[in-house]
Protein backbone atom coordinates (compact mmCIF):
# COMPACT_ATOMS: atom_id res chain seq x y z
CA UNK A 1 0.00 0.00 0.00
CA UNK A 2 0.91 3.51 -0.88
CA UNK A 3 -0.17 6.05 1.63
CA UNK A 4 -0.11 10.14 1.27
CA UNK A 5 -0.54 12.18 4.51
CA UNK A 6 -1.22 15.91 3.78
CA UNK A 7 -1.40 18.33 6.22
CA UNK A 8 -1.47 21.71 6.16
CA UNK A 9 -3.19 23.33 9.87
CA UNK A 10 -0.15 23.05 12.38
CA UNK A 11 -2.21 21.94 15.29
CA UNK A 12 -3.55 18.99 13.28
CA UNK A 13 -0.05 17.21 13.92
CA UNK A 14 -0.38 15.55 16.31
CA UNK A 15 -3.22 13.65 14.67
CA UNK A 16 -1.34 13.28 11.17
CA UNK A 17 1.44 11.40 13.70
CA UNK A 18 -1.10 8.81 15.12
CA UNK A 19 -2.86 8.34 12.22
CA UNK A 20 0.71 6.96 10.70
CA UNK A 21 1.72 4.95 13.44
CA UNK A 22 -1.79 3.16 13.47
CA UNK A 23 -1.68 2.31 9.81
CA UNK A 24 2.12 1.35 10.27
CA UNK A 25 1.00 -0.64 13.25
CA UNK A 26 -2.05 -2.69 11.14
CA UNK A 27 -0.55 -2.34 7.47
CA UNK A 28 3.35 -3.00 8.27
CA UNK A 29 6.13 -0.44 6.98
CA UNK A 30 5.27 0.58 3.30
CA UNK A 31 5.38 3.64 1.05
CA UNK A 32 4.06 6.41 3.16
CA UNK A 33 4.64 9.98 2.70
CA UNK A 34 4.01 12.99 4.72
CA UNK A 35 3.43 16.83 2.59
CA UNK A 36 3.38 19.45 4.79
CA UNK A 37 2.25 23.10 3.36
CA UNK A 38 0.62 25.66 4.48
CA UNK A 39 1.06 27.17 7.67
CA UNK A 40 1.69 23.63 8.70
CA UNK A 41 5.12 24.00 7.86
CA UNK A 42 5.46 26.63 10.85
CA UNK A 43 5.96 23.26 13.12
CA UNK A 44 9.62 23.59 11.33
CA UNK A 45 10.39 27.18 12.47
CA UNK A 46 12.32 26.64 15.15
CA UNK A 47 12.53 22.87 14.69
CA UNK A 48 14.83 20.63 17.14
CA UNK A 49 15.14 17.42 18.72
CA UNK A 50 15.08 16.96 22.94
CA UNK A 51 19.18 16.56 23.54
CA UNK A 52 20.53 15.20 26.58
CA UNK A 53 23.65 17.92 27.07
CA UNK A 54 22.86 21.58 26.24
CA UNK A 55 21.62 21.28 22.85
CA UNK A 56 19.17 23.85 21.15
CA UNK A 57 15.28 22.61 22.22
CA UNK A 58 12.37 24.46 21.32
CA UNK A 59 9.99 23.13 23.60
CA UNK A 60 8.46 20.17 25.04
CA UNK A 61 5.46 20.03 22.06
CA UNK A 62 7.71 20.97 19.04
CA UNK A 63 10.55 18.82 20.66
CA UNK A 64 7.89 15.72 20.93
CA UNK A 65 6.72 16.05 17.53
CA UNK A 66 10.08 16.22 15.91
CA UNK A 67 11.31 13.14 17.89
CA UNK A 68 8.03 11.69 16.88
CA UNK A 69 8.50 12.31 13.07
CA UNK A 70 12.45 11.07 13.02
CA UNK A 71 11.21 7.82 14.90
CA UNK A 72 8.74 7.23 11.75
CA UNK A 73 11.05 8.24 9.21
CA UNK A 74 13.66 5.95 10.81
CA UNK A 75 10.83 3.21 9.85
CA UNK A 76 10.43 4.56 6.38
CA UNK A 77 7.57 7.05 6.86
CA UNK A 78 8.90 10.12 3.86
CA UNK A 79 8.38 13.84 5.17
CA UNK A 80 8.07 16.59 2.63
CA UNK A 81 7.82 20.50 3.21
CA UNK A 82 6.34 22.89 0.27
CA UNK A 83 8.95 25.46 -0.54
CA UNK A 84 6.34 28.25 -1.18
CA UNK A 85 4.43 27.70 2.42
CA UNK A 86 8.74 27.38 4.02
CA UNK A 87 8.85 31.20 2.03
CA UNK A 88 5.47 32.05 2.99
CA UNK A 89 6.68 31.34 6.77
CA UNK A 90 9.83 32.74 6.49
CA UNK A 91 11.61 29.44 7.40
CA UNK A 92 15.27 29.02 6.33
CA UNK A 93 15.19 25.50 4.59
CA UNK A 94 18.44 24.67 5.99
CA UNK A 95 16.82 24.91 9.51
CA UNK A 96 15.05 21.76 8.78
CA UNK A 97 15.81 18.35 10.38
CA UNK A 98 17.95 15.76 7.88
CA UNK A 99 14.72 14.13 7.52
CA UNK A 100 12.22 16.56 5.70
CA UNK A 101 12.84 16.79 1.80
CA UNK A 102 11.67 19.61 0.31
CA UNK A 103 9.38 20.16 -2.60
CA UNK A 104 8.90 22.90 -5.34
CA UNK A 105 5.09 22.72 -4.12
CA UNK A 106 3.12 20.92 -2.24
CA UNK A 107 0.00 20.54 -4.29
CA UNK A 108 2.19 19.89 -7.28
CA UNK A 109 3.57 16.66 -4.86
CA UNK A 110 0.30 15.47 -3.43
CA UNK A 111 -0.94 15.11 -7.18
CA UNK A 112 1.98 13.39 -8.32
CA UNK A 113 1.83 11.13 -5.79
CA UNK A 114 -2.05 10.85 -6.38
CA UNK A 115 -1.03 9.86 -10.04
CA UNK A 116 1.45 7.39 -8.89
CA UNK A 117 -1.23 5.18 -7.06
CA UNK A 118 -0.80 6.93 -3.71
CA UNK A 119 -3.63 6.61 -1.56
CA UNK A 120 -4.86 10.31 -0.12
CA UNK A 121 -5.74 10.79 3.51
CA UNK A 122 -6.12 14.06 5.41
CA UNK A 123 -6.32 13.38 8.93
Request: proline letters at 4%; charged letters at 20%.
Amino acid sequence: MKVLFHINESDRWQRVLVNITNFLNDAGQGNAEVVANGEAVSVFRNSCLPTGGGGRCCGPATGALMEQMKQLSEMGVNFAACRNALKAQSIDEGSLPDFVTVVPAGITEIARKQAEGYAYIKP
